[in-house]
Nanobody, 113 residues
């Protein structure tokens, strides 16, 4: 079973940037489709970005043009580069190995002045 640990969250001002990392152990991520999800207070968890084992990506409409998901199989890590952050992006961000339903513990992103 793959284990996932997110990092890189924090407090940023509107318009700022953050890069989230999801480090995997117990398995190599090259065999998995990976996703980034987020859950804001009082809302359901939603898919933000998805990347296949082959590197194809897709995004929620709300983050298209601002967020980029990528993977570095050699480092066994998936990234989420977040630019042009908005207060509406405030949430706990989670990564997931799709096929096996493995979640990380989450990392909090707060966008505020």
């Amino acid at each position: 079973q793959v284990q996932l640990v997110e990092s890189g969250g924090g407090l940023v001002q509107p318009g700022g940037s953050l890069r989230l990392s999801c480090a995997a152990s117990g398995s190599i991520i090259s065999i998995y489709h990976m996703g980034w999800y987020r859950q804001a207070l009082g809302k359901q968890r939603e898919l933000v970005a998805h990347i296949t084992s082959g590197g194809s990506t897709n995004y929620a409409d709300s983050v298209k043009g601002r967020f980029t998901i990528s993977r570095d199989n050699a480092k066994n890590t998936v990234y989420l580069q977040m630019n042009g952050l908005k207060p509406e992006d405030t949430a706990v961000y989670y990564c997931k190995a799709i096929a096996v339903g493995a979640w990380g513990q989450g990392t909090l992103v707060t966008v505020s002045s």
